[in-house]
Each structure stands twice: as structure tokens, then as C-alpha cells.
């Protein structure tokens, strides 16, 4: 049978699955055509056993998912979660969950949160092949490296320490035991230490759910954002951090947690940040969590916000990486 190549991706190149192995298939409910053509793939591979649970739209929005689950992904091989739906306040908390149940196993872990028909046919169907060697070239550059700067001709001035923190490298390539990551992939990224972040990041791309057409400036002081400026957007943007600070672990939410770099050729700016953090020529700087395995960093908070940044400069212990959205490597 032939499928899609956004298929093919994900079962054979990005995954690998194999015969023999189990598998755990998560989606919701606008996505059913997804989950049968995975479904008809995976078994087409031999797999030894294969869960599917779809996610019913009544219950939504889901604080938890079923307790037989939290279980059921330690005792696999293979976690694809895919879902079109996400309540960001009520539902990421519970996706975060989910990471940290999976991480206690085993298991090699695909998620796609927001997907859509459209994310399958352009971001999915890109050569992951390609990805994986750009992603992994930029990672190269990084791994024992200190001193980090970025620039931008708005004024993103900021000042990073990634002295002892480990690049991640989100290929979409997942092979082996406990690789993890999102797919649509494309990205390197690492967590710099805490309290060691300085100067000045101008958002002018996206946040989550937020298309800016102002640009977003944002001070930061010994790795906090203590100044926030802009206009309507820049509002909305305090609001969700506000609200964030009322919950547990709240003081984190101001913390910048992440500088990740796009790599998929296919990637678009849509407000989404499955694909806006992965557009080749940006770089993401995020805040908040990312006291997870999957981040390498200590600081813990209700919510992880990326603000992606366009036509960016990368300078890594004195070495261009990126010159005005260029790569260099």
C-alpha cells in the first residue's frame, strides 16, 4: 500500500519501528483519518502489540489523561501522541505530565501537539535525513561551548552561559530507548544556566498562540525578565505570565529557560510553536520550565513560552554560527 510521505516519516524514518515491538498511539478526535493511517502502517510493520486511544472532543478540555496510561507508556517501545486540540492553560500542564511518565521508561517518544492536516503535508513531509545533518552540524558548534550572544538589527541584545549544559538536538530522528522529542522536529536547542542571562530580546515573530506584529521587548537581569514592553501583544504576553505566577512553581515563570535554532526547510510562521521554533534563519528564546530530562535545566514552572526571533546573529565563544539569519555552519 502507498502511503503519504508524512507517514512513512513518521513510522519508518523518524521512529524506526520494528517488528516485534509495542507500541502506544495517542490521538483526539479531528484527527481519526491520522490515526488510521498510522494504525494500518504500524501493523503492516509487525509490531508485537499496539494501543490506540483517541482522545473523545466530550471531554475536552482534559486536565489528565487515564490513569491506565500514565501506566501503559513505561511498559512500551514505541509513545506517537498527536493531537489537533490544546486548551494551553488546562491541557499543557497535562502533556508535561505525560513527558515526565514516559521519561521513568523506556519508551522512544514522538509528540505532536496542534497538528493539522496542513503541519502533515508540509512540515512532516520534509527530509528529515537533511534535518538531522544541519541540526546536528549546529550542535557540533555548541556542545562545550560558554558564552553565548544574540543580536538583531531591532535590538535583541542578550547575553547567554551554556558552560556545562547539554545541547539537544531534535532531529526527528528517534532510534533508540528514551530519544524523545516533537514532530514536526527541526530544532537544536540548550538550557543556560539559570541565572546567568543578561541584555535585551525582541520578539517580532511569535509566541504560543500569538502572531506578533509588534514586536515584544523584554529585559532580563540575571536570568529574570524584569521589563516586558510593546503593545498588544506585549499585554497578552504579561497576562499569561501573570496568570502563570499564581500557580505552583510560579516565580519560574520569568526565568529564561531555553535558545533553541530552527532547522526544518518546510517550517512556517503560524502562531503555532510546533512549527514557528523550527523555521530555518530563527532562533526561539523561551522562559519558564525546563527541569525536564528533555531540556537539561533546574528551573521549574507552570508553563514554557518560546519567543521565536527573525533574522538573528549567533555568536558562540567568538564564533558566527548565524549572521542575520544565515547559518554559517
Not at 546573529?313 to 555552519?329: A, E, F, P, S, W
Request: some cysteine.
Amino acid at each position: 500500500m502507498t502511503y503519504p510521505r508524512w507517514v512513512e516519516n513518521i513510522v519508518d524514518v523518524c521512529m524506526a519501528i520494528r517488528p516485534g515491538e509495542k507500541v502506544l498511539l495517542i490521538t483526539d478526535e479531528p484527527m481519526a483519518i491520522m490515526r488510521q493511517q498510522l494504525v494500518e502502517r504500524i501493523a503492516e510493520v509487525g509490531v508485537a502489540e499496539m494501543w490506540s486511544y483517541t482522545v473523545p472532543d466530550a471531554t475536552r478540555p482534559l486536565p489528565h489523561y487515564p490513569a491506565a496510561l500514565y501506566d501503559l507508556v513505561t511498559k512500551v517501545d514505541v509513545v506517537l501522541i498527536f493531537e489537533h486540540r490544546r486548551n494551553p492553560e488546562i491541557e499543557t500542564p497535562r502533556a508535561l505530565e505525560m513527558v515526565q511518565a514516559i521519561e521513568s521508561g523506556e519508551a522512544r517518544f514522538a509528540s505532536g501537539p496542534m497538528i493539522n492536516p496542513s503541519i502533515l503535508e508540509h512540515e512532516l513531509s520534509a527530509d528529515y535525513q537533511h534535518i538531522a545533518m544541519l541540526t546536528n552540524r549546529l550542535g557540533d558548534q555548541l556542545d562545550g561551548r560558554s558564552h553565548v550572544r544574540v543580536t538583531t538589527k531591532l535590538g535583541t541584545d542578550l547575553e547567554m552561559d551554556i558552560t556545562g549544559r547539554k545541547v539537544m538536538r531534535d532531529t526527528g530522528l528517534f532510534h533508540l530507548p528514551r530519544q524523545h522529542g516533537n514532530l514536526p522536529a527541526g530544532e537544536c536547542f540548550v538550557a543556560p544556566i539559570e541565572d546567568r542571562t543578561n541584555g535585551v530580546f525582541v520578539v517580532d515573530k511569535s509566541y504560543p498562540g500569538i502572531l506578533i506584529e509588534e514586536p515584544i521587548r523584554l529585559t532580563v537581569e540575571r536570568g529574570r525578565v524584569v521589563k516586558i514592553d510593546g503593545g498588544r501583544e506585549a499585554q497578552r504576553l504579561t497576562e499569561i505570565i501573570t496568570e502563570g505566577e499564581r500557580k505552583p512553581y510560579g516565580e519560574g515563570c520569568r526565568v529564561v529557560c531555553e535558545l533553541g535554532i530552527g532547522t526544518n526547510p518546510n517550517a512556517r510562521l503560524q502562531g503555532n510553536v510546533l512549527t514557528d521554533e523550527k523555521v530555518m534563519g530563527t532562533v526561539h528564546i523561551a522562559i519558564g520550565l525546563n527541569a525536564l530530562e528533555s531540556y537539561g535545566g533546574q528551573n521549574r514552572a507552570p508553563i514554557h513560552l518560546d519567543g521565536v526571533i527573525g533574522g538573528p546573529t549567533l555568536v558562540v565563544d567568538g564564533k558566527t554560527l548565524i549572521k542575520n539569519g544565515d547559518y554559517r555552519v
